[in-house]
């Protein structure tokens, strides 16, 4: 792995960084495909987004992009992080004296997730972990994982490739690392986000491959009983694209060519939205 800090080669950050301490800040995950960036100027939008929800000095897309394209050049796949934090500050929460946000930017190699995952599917269970409600932070990447953490202990069986976590009403929100959509009356679902939960950017253009293609989308509440009455249901993040679900606990769910269909749509916006870096 490699990574910038701050601009320098480096894999250390200080002891006093409101990430570390706090948790306080945000970050992105992009793919790296062919020796090029999938949906950055989503991502970058986003990161900006939440920058500015927080409070954050967000650093220039333009530097990020230079730090980006100086660590992946020559590399044709791999998992690019990015990380602001605040800054580095004294004791206790306040951040007395404004000063740049921290930028940490780490090229990881790609996961060794089965190829076949997004045509066979996958085995998901419902973890016991439940999200708390704050809309103050929901939609954000931020630095707080805590919730999936303890999520992503409930199993360590290799069949299992991911859980969907419910919120303290027991309604589902998303996976661990992905968001969440379900098919029902040829229809596609996914819940509302609006009190916890992160919006994925492939979440955003699954959305938009959808309605382009007159498939109608629904955003609002689903419950855990109607997780299992879907017709089909599926799993979406930046990395692995989109998982469809084959199990869920111990039910085979169905498989539907809505799912199929988005799958195809999700490669062409890949390729017309891929930044090269070099």
Request: hydrophobic letters at 40%; proline letters at 4%; charged letters at 20%.
């Amino acid at each position: 792995m490699v990574y910038l800090v701050n601009g320098e080669m480096d894999d250390r950050i200080s002891v006093t960084d409101r990430g570390f301490q706090y948790g306080d800040g945000l970050f992105e995950t992009i793919a790296l495909s062919e020796g090029k960036l999938a949906f950055w100027w989503r991502h970058m939008a986003r990161l900006l987004a939440g920058c500015q929800r927080l409070g954050i000095a967000a650093p220039a897309p333009d530097l990020l992009l230079a730090e980006a394209r100086q660590l992946c050049a020559h590399q044709d796949i791999g998992v690019l992080k990015i990380i602001i934090s605040r800054a580095s500050g004294g004791r206790g929460y306040q951040c007395a004296v404004p000063s740049p946000a921290n930028r940490m930017i780490a090229l990881h190699p790609w996961p060794d997730y089965p190829p076949d995952f997004s045509k066979r599917g996958i085995n998901v269970r419902i973890c016991q972990t439940r999200l708390g409600i704050n809309p103050a932070l929901a939609g954000l990447k931020h630095l707080n994982r805590l919730e999936q953490v303890l999520a992503r202990q409930e199993w360590c069986d290799a069949g299992t490739t991911e859980g969907v976590m419910l919120d303290c009403h027991g309604n589902a929100i998303e996976g661990v690392m992905t968001n969440l959509f379900m098919v029902r009356d040829g229809q596609l679902w996914t819940p509302d986000l609006s009190n916890c939960g992160v919006t994925g950017i492939m979440r955003e253009v699954v959305i938009e491959v959808a309605e382009a293609i007159d498939i109608p989308v629904n955003i609002g509440i689903i419950s855990e009983s109607e997780l299992y009455q879907a017709e089909a249901v599926f799993l979406t993040n930046a990395i692995a694209g989109l998982w469809p679900v084959k199990c869920l606990g111990q039910q085979t769910m169905g498989r539907s060519r809505i799912s199929q269909r988005l799958n195809a749509g999700l490669h062409d916006k890949r390729r017309e939205e891929a930044l090269d870096v070099l």
